[in-house]
Structures are given as C-alpha cells and as structure tokens.
C-alpha cells in the first residue's frame, strides 16, 4: 500500500462524515417545530422558543422571554395575508378584554415589507405589540407553514394549548386563553 | 498598441456595457432572475404568491425612481435577508459556496494528478526490471508443453 492512499482514504471519509453531519443537522433544524405541535397534541408542555425582535409599533425590541408571568398569545401575520385581515379586529377586541388578567396578545409579522406591516396596523387600528422578522427566522422554530397561526404561551413560557392554524374565533380566543390562564 | 492589447481591451468593452446598463437601469425581469420569493423559496419570476405580487410593485417602483439594480437588492435583502438573494454573497459565510466548488474541483484535480504520476511510476519500474509482457515461469512451462504437443 502507497502513502497517499490512505491519506485520500481518510479525506474521502472525513468528507462523507462532514456531508452526514450536514444533513442530518438540516433534519433536525427543520423538524424542530413541527416537533413542538406534536408535543403540545401529545399533551407535553414544550418551552416556547425565545426571540427578540424590533417593534413595529414602537421604538426598540421586544423579546418573549421578557414576557414571563404573563400569558402570551403569539399571532404569526402578514400584511398581505388575506385571513389575518378578519382575524385582526377580533384579536384587538381580545387583547382589550384581557390585557386586565395578565394577558398579552404579540402579532409577529414576518416575509412582509415593513411599511405594509405598519400601514395593516394602522388601517385596523391595532395598539397591541407587534414585532417585525422579515427574513422570517422564527417561522421554523415554530413549525409555522402558513399565516395566520397562533400558538398560547403560558406564564412560565410553556407551549400549552394546540396551535391554530388559520384564522381564530372570538369564542376560540376566549378558551383557548382561559385554559392558558390556569397552567 | 498591440493588435492583441486592442482586441483584449474591445473584448472587455463588449462585456462590460451591458453589465454597466443593467446596474444602472435594471429591468424587473431582470431582478426577478436574481431574487426569490420568500414563502415559496422559488426564484420571483416563478412565483405568483401575494408576497412576491408585492415584492413586483416594490421594485417597478425603485425602477421608476431610477434607482440601480444594487441600491434595490439591497432594500429588498434589508427586508427580508440575504435568503432573498438567488445567489449567495460573495463575502461572509455565503462566500463559502463559491469557494467549496472551486476547492473541490482543485481536491480533485491533485487526487488525479496524484494517482496518475504513482501509475507512471509502477508503469517505468515494470518496465525496467523487464517484467512487462514475460509470463510467469509456470505458465511459460505448460505453454512450451502445449505447443509441443501440438507439433508432434
């Protein structure tokens, strides 16, 4: 056997491992929110994932961490989304009722133009937090496929109630924020 | 001026225009070669998602304004990410995927290069030592054998 065979043996292998690895961390990125949908259906409470993101209608940032002993309903939207226009007046009507109770309603806008973003808020009047991720970072993380969805976080930031995908009901928001309430 | 100079310089003139007119006044198919669209992750000009209608409304506008083709990817990357770009940056992480093809391309080459000089190498020793084309001794012996039974 020649010197350079095992050393193209060795590159070869480490190469194939490297390809490997690759994959298989594509695998797991991509599956990592659909995993969070299965363990909430499966009764488990996942933590959410954290983000920090810039207001869209204020100055600065807003991170959901920050937000812990509240109980959160996370709105993914979009401006040129036709549902997220009959959702949004029921989710201010809800964010209203409930802000009182230690709820916060946070709208995520994301692949959308950031004065489109704006102009929705402003044309439906919407005063609860909202954040912008144009690139659309935290879709994944969240196994969001389409818009609107929205998932309940609870005070300790728990994943606890089923994501809905699609527009909400007043009735639905109203239940699924009592059964987030008492986790 | 040599004849070659010139002909390099006219060659490079050729090129370069229309890669200056196209920075300077792009068109919107064009830009819809060169970026994506962000949900559907096709290139823009495949794509009739309501995102990608407005992303059109976005660039005819800059089009309009007289803006160059790198001041628009450049809003349109501070949008929505690099991801928007159908190719990646040539500077960054993204630089790696113009250099890895290159890299193996070259790996490759010296793998080559490497394994055909170790094949010459074997092939000069054979031929040296006057090994190639003799039998070896059993063979020779049952061949001789063979023939020798042929001619009686």
Redesign the interface.
């Given at each position: 056997m020649?010197w350079?065979r095992p050393a193209?043996q060795g590159?070869a292998v480490t190469l194939i491992a490297v390809l490997l690895v690759l994959l298989a961390w594509r695998l797991i990125d991509d599956g990592r929110g659909n995993g969070l949908a299965k363990a909430v259906a499966a009764g488990r409470t996942p933590v959410a994932p954290d983000f920090r993101l810039p207001r869209l209608d204020a100055a600065g940032t807003l991170g959901l961490s920050s937000l812990r002993g509240k109980v959160v309903l996370l709105n993914f939207w979009?401006s040129?989304?036709?549902p997220c226009k009959q959702e949004a007046p029921r989710l201010e009507a809800a964010w209203r009722r409930w802000r009182a109770h230690g709820v916060v309603v946070v709208g995520l806008d994301a692949?959308?133009?950031?004065t489109?973003a704006g102009r929705f808020l402003q044309r439906h009047g919407i005063t609860y937090p909202n954040v912008h991720d144009?690139?659309?970072?935290v879709l994944g993380r969240y196994g969001v496929s389409g818009f609107p969805e929205t998932w309940f976080v609870s005070r300790s930031g728990k994943l606890v109630v089923e994501h809905v995908d699609g527009p909400l009901t007043s009735g639905q928001i109203d239940r699924d924020l009592r059964r987030a309430s008492r986790e | 001026m040599s004849i070659r100079r010139f002909a390099l310089l006219l060659l490079a003139l050729v090129f370069a225009a229309p890669a200056a007119a196209s920075e300077l006044h792009p068109t919107l198919p064009e830009l819809e070669h060169e970026v994506m669209c962000p949900t559907c992750h096709t290139l823009l000009e495949l794509s009739h998602a309501p995102v990608a209608e407005r992303m059109r409304v976005f660039i005819r506008a800059r089009i309009a304004r007289g803006e160059t083709k790198s001041e628009i990817t450049s809003q349109l990357v501070s949008e929505f990410g690099e991801g928007v770009l159908a190719a990646p940056p040539t500077r960054g992480f993204g630089l790696l995927a113009w250099l890895l093809p290159i890299a193996g391309l070259l790996a490759a080459a010296a793998v080559v290069a490497i394994v055909a000089r170790h094949w010459r190498r074997l092939a000069v020793r054979d031929d040296a030592s006057g090994a190639h084309g003799r039998l070896a001794p059993a063979l020779e012996r049952a061949l001789d054998e063979e023939l020798a039974r042929y001619d009686a």
């Open positions: 020649t350079w193209v590159i979009a040129w989304c036709v692949q959308d133009f950031r489109d144009g690139p659309g970072d | -």
